[in-house]
């Protein structure tokens, strides 16, 4: 006799457990299948939560070494404990994974540790991690299988010498010389923490410019200031082979431009070159999902795939490979089956990279913009006039706001400054709600804080900053 269920999620990252504690909370009996043994997926396990763990304590070592004594704390000779660091890095995602678990409890959804396939359009079969099989029958089915680390040809990751991000989260040394393939999200970050903690870093990167896709100015004040703390960067330039001998690495290079090759040596290579779909083993042939020519699942607006009942939500649908916006598809699909207006806008998906200065951005950039010929203002403000950032010490960047010429409704909002990631937050919900550069402009912000550059940004819109 084979379990039945209202709803079936496959994969419990942040889009499927978020989807099937939603469809819990709504009346439904919910499955959620997992093959590792803890929930949270690739962003909670070796993702998003363990780099964000290892940023924050790398930043705390920056700052005793670089920063404290101009406050007037005097530290001495400041050393790193790694063992301790990747300790605490364990613990912060135990305790979130365990987190997870109990919230499934709470919620009643049932949770299957194993490899799921489906078998047909209304059934899952699970290959349960005790080596026996299990079938559940069900109304619906979710897929939340998420990515995986893209690979290079003639780079072969082996967690050692030559590391996936995964890899990189657990080095159980310091490496003196670490090269980085790829200038995006996750090439900065995990670059940024083993510089931090004494790696000469060097980023490799086959396009002109990092941050793909990122505001021009963003990008370009970026690059400065990672320079600055000390991340080389070889821009333009075409990773073509990597060999290790005697535990160390040899990256072949090569311009793009002058096509003169050169050998970088180094104790560890990242290679952050993005993220493929999960699709394989999934059984989708068995019901004939289609699949685009990159692997991505093809669904439509709401979210379903070819086959009725059958939707499909998060990295495994393309778009932007984010936590937060797979868990507003999933939320999307749980108040969809439960005959309410499920609903994401991604027009309004905030990005953030995590470094120092952080680095947030929404909706348009100026590049965008023109290429569409959408008329538009543009109102920055720098952190280096805001008075709370002087009061911590932490001036660099700035807030910058696109807003439509005419109706003055916001595009697009780029930040680059201490807070970032959160200071955003504001600028998504005025997206959302259709509210104005100078709504913003004229909403009392409390003093000092470092949201009043945002307030400063929306007023500078009409050339109503008041200080700068």
């Known amino acids: 006799m084979s379990d039945i269920y209202d709803l079936v999620v496959i994969g419990g990252g942040p889009g499927g457990y978020v989807a099937a504690i939603r469809a819990a909370q709504l009346g439904q009996k919910v499955a959620c299948v997992e093959k590792r043994q803890t929930l949270g997926g690739t962003c909670l396990n070796v993702g998003c939560i363990p780099s964000k763990a290892l940023l924050q304590s790398s930043h705390h070592l920056e700052m005793a070494k670089h920063e404290m004594a101009a406050h007037g704390v005097k530290t001495g000779r400041v050393s790193v404990d790694l063992a301790t660091m990747m300790q605490r890095k364990d613990t912060v995602v135990d305790d979130l994974t365990k987190g997870i678990a109990f919230l499934f409890k709470k919620n009643r959804v049932d949770h299957f540790c194993g490899t799921a396939t489906i078998t047909a359009s209304d059934t899952v079969g699970i290959a349960l991690e005790d080596g026996s099989n299990k079938e559940l029958t069900t109304d619906n089915i979710l897929i939340a299988t998420g990515s995986k680390s893209s690979t290079l040809p003639g780079v072969d990751v082996d967690e050692k010498c030559i590391v996936s991000s995964t890899g990189a989260l657990s080095l159980d040394t310091v490496p003196k010389k670490l090269v980085v393939i790829g200038a995006g999200v996750i090439g900065l970050e995990l670059g940024s923490v083993w510089r931090r903690l004494g790696s000469e870093v060097t980023v490799v990167e086959y396009l002109d410019a990092i941050l793909p896709g990122m505001d021009k100015e963003i990008r370009q004040r970026s690059k400065l200031i990672l320079a600055k703390q000390g991340i080389n960067f070889r821009l333009a330039t075409k990773v073509t ?4 001998m005697n535990n160390k690495a040899m990256l072949s290079i090569e311009s793009v431009k002058s096509g003169e090759q050169e050998i970088l040596n180094a104790d560890v290579v990242l ?19 289609n699949i685009d020519d990159k692997g991505f699942i093809t669904v439509d607006e709401n979210l379903q795939t070819n086959v009725p009942g059958i939707f499909a939500i998060g990295d495994v649908i393309g778009g932007m490979m984010l936590a937060h916006k797979a868990e507003e598809e999933g939320i999307c699909v749980a108040e969809t089956l439960a005959g309410q207006k499920g609903h994401v806008n991604y027009k309004a998906i905030p990005g953030v990279v ?14 965008s913009l023109k290429a569409d010929d959408i008329p538009y203002k543009v109102g920055k403000f720098p952190f280096g006039a805001n008075s709370r950032a002087k009061a911590i010490g932490d001036t660099d960047g700035f807030v910058k706001i696109l807003a439509h010429k005419e109706s003055d409704l916001i595009l697009g909002a780029h930040i680059i400054g201490p807070g970032a990631g959160d200071l ?45």
């Open 241 to 244: 082979g990597a060999s290790v």
């Open 271 to 289: 290679v952050a070159v993005g993220r493929n779909p999960y699709t394989q083993n999934l059984g989708l042939e068995n019901v004939g999902i």
């Open 354 to 367: 995590y470094t120092h200065p952080e680095i947030a951005a929404v909706g348009r950039s100026e590049d």
């Open 424 to 468: 955003l937050a504001e600028i998504v919900l005025a997206m959302e709600a259709d509210i104005s550069a100078e709504d913003i402009a004229r909403t009392c912000h409390s003093h000092p804080s470092l949201g009043e550059a945002v307030k400063e940004s929306a007023m500078a819109v009409d050339n109503m900053a008041i200080h700068m």
